[in-house]
C-alpha cells in the first residue's frame, strides 16, 4: 500500500555535480515480475559506492540516480509467486542489474528499493542489519576469490590493503583452506590490529624502509604463487615480482588511483607469471542456479564478522563519505533512513 507514494532518498543529479546529493522526495518503487520491495534498514557505502558519489565510476548510469549497491531490510513485498517466500524476511540485498555495469537508477539509498528476488540474501537473527547490507559485494568477492586460488592449487597468497573488510574476509578463508598469507598494510596500527585482534602470522608494514627486503625474505620461505591486488601503483609490480614459477596476480581494486607499474618482464616471461582481474558482477553473472546458491550460501558465514564504525541520515551522504574515506580501517560507514529526518 505504500508503492507509489512520496519516501525519502539520497539523490544525485548528474555525473558533471556528484557531490551535490540531497535527501529528496522519491516515490516507493512498485515490485515488478521476478521482484520484491524491501523496506531499507541501513545501506552500506563501499568504495564502488565512493566511485560513484564522486562521479569517478565508469558505466552508463541514468541521471539523476539513487546510490547505493547493496543495502539490507525487511522484504515487504513480492511483484510475483517467485519472490513471495521471501515476504517479511530480514535480508541483504544487491542493487537491481539488468546488465553488469548498467545499474537502474534507483540503489539501496533510499526509504524503499527493489531488486530481483535472486538479489535477495535472507539474513540470520544476530546479524545486524548494518552487517546484513554487506551480504553481496565483499563476501562473494572472498568466495569467488579463493575458489579461483583453489583452482589454482595456491601454495600461498600476498595481498595488500590487507586491513580492509575484504581482506580481513580473504584471510579467513584462506586460512579455512591452510593456505598462508602474507598481509601488507600501510600503518603499524594496521599491523597491531590484524596480529592482535585476527591472529595474523605474517604482517609487514608498506612503508618499513627495508620492507622490500622482508617480503623477499618471507617470499623465500613461503612460496607465494598468488597475490591480490587491490592498490595499482607501483605495489603491484612489487607483489608480482615476489612470486614465483606460474605466478598470478590478480587486480580487484583501485585504492592508490595510480597506474599498475614496476612489472618486471623477465619475470613475467621466465617465470610465466600473469596479471589477472575479478569482478564479482561478472563472476556472479557466470555461475549456474545451483553454483550461485552455493557460493551465497559460503557467503552467508563471513557476513557477521562485517565491522560497523558509524552511521548517518540519507541526508547526511556527503558527511559520511568524508568520514568513510579518511577512517576505512575503522569499518564500514552506513545510511539509514530511521536517522533521516
Ligand atoms: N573487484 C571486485 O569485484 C571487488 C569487490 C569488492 C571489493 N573490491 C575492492 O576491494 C577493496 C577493499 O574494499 P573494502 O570494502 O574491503 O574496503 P574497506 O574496508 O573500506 O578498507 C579499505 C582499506 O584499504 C586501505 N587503503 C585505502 N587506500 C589505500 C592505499 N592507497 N594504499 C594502501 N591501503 C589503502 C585502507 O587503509 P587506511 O585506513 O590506511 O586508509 C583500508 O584499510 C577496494 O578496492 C574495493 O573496490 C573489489
Not at 566511485?51 to 548510469?61: E, F, I, M, Q, S
Not at 549497491?69 to 539488468?98: I, P
Not at 534507483?106 to 551480504?135: M, R
Not at 569467488?144 to 595481498?159: H, N
Request: with cysteine; aromatic share 8%; charged share 20%.
Amino acid at each position: 500500500d505504500k508503492v507509489g507514494t512520496p519516501m525519502k532518498a539520497t539523490l544525485l543529479t548528474s555525473a558533471e555535480e556528484p557531490a551535490s546529493y540531497s535527501a529528496t522526495t522519491k516515490k516507493v518503487p512498485k515490485p515488478g515480475p521476478g521482484q520484491v520491495l524491501i523496506k531499507v534498514e541501513a545501506a552500506v557505502i563501499n568504495p564502488i559506492d565512493a566511485y560513484l558519489l564522486t562521479g569517478k565510476l565508469p558505466g552508463n548510469h541514468h541521471w539523476p540516480i539513487v546510490p547505493g549497491y547493496e543495502g539490507a531490510g525487511v522484504v515487504v513485498a513480492a511483484g510475483d509467486a517467485s519472490g513471495e517466500k521471501l515476504v517479511g524476511k530480514r535480508a541483504g540485498f544487491s542493487r537491481f542489474q539488468e546488465a553488469p555495469g548498467d545499474p537502474t537508477p534507483d540503489g539501496s539509498y533510499a526509504e524503499y528499493a527493489i531488486t530481483n528476488a535472486f538479489q535477495v540474501y535472507p539474513i540470520d537473527d544476530h546479524v545486524t542489519f548494518e552487517q546484513g547490507s554487506c551480504s553481496f559485494i565483499n563476501p562473494l568477492t572472498a568466495i569467488g576469490v579463493i575458489e579461483r586460488a583453489k583452482k589454482y592449487k595456491t601454495k600461498a597468497m600476498i595481498q595488500n590493503a590487507a586491513a580492509s573488510q575484504l581482506a580481513r574476509m580473504y584471510a579467513k578463508v584462506f586460512k579455512e583452506n591452510n593456505i598462508p598469507v602474507i598481509n601488507i598494510v600501510r600503518r603499524k596500527e594496521q599491523v597491531d590490529l590484524l596480529k592482535n585482534e585476527y591472529n595474523a602470522e605474517y604482517v609487514l608494514n608498506s612503508t618499513d624502509p627495508d620492507f622490500d627486503a622482508q617480503l623477499a625474505k618471507l617470499s623465500e620461505q613461503l612460496q607465494p604463487d598468488l597475490a591480490l591486488d587491490a592498490i595499482g601503483g607501483s605495489m603491484s609490480g612489487q607483489m608480482l615480482n615476489h612470486l614465483g614459477q606460474n605466478g598470478v596476480l590478480i587486480s580487484y581494486g583501485q585504492l592508490s588511483g595510480e597506474m599498475i607499474c614496476g612489472i618486471n618482464p623477465g619475470s613475467l616471461i621466465f617465470k610465466e607469471q600473469r596479471l589477472e582481474t575479478f569482478l564479482v558482477f561478472t563472476w556472479m553473472a557466470s555461475l549456474n542456479d545451483q553454483e550461485s546458491a552455493r557460493a551465497i550460501a559460503d557467503a552467508k558465514k563471513l557476513v557477521e564478522g562485517v565491522v560497523v564504525s558509524k552511521t548517518y541520515g540519507l541526508h547526511e551522504a556527503k558527511e559520511a563519505l568524508a568520514y568513510y574515506q579518511a577512517n576505512m580501517t575503522a569499518g564500514k560507514v552506513f545510511l539509514k533512513p530511521s536517522l533521516t529526518p
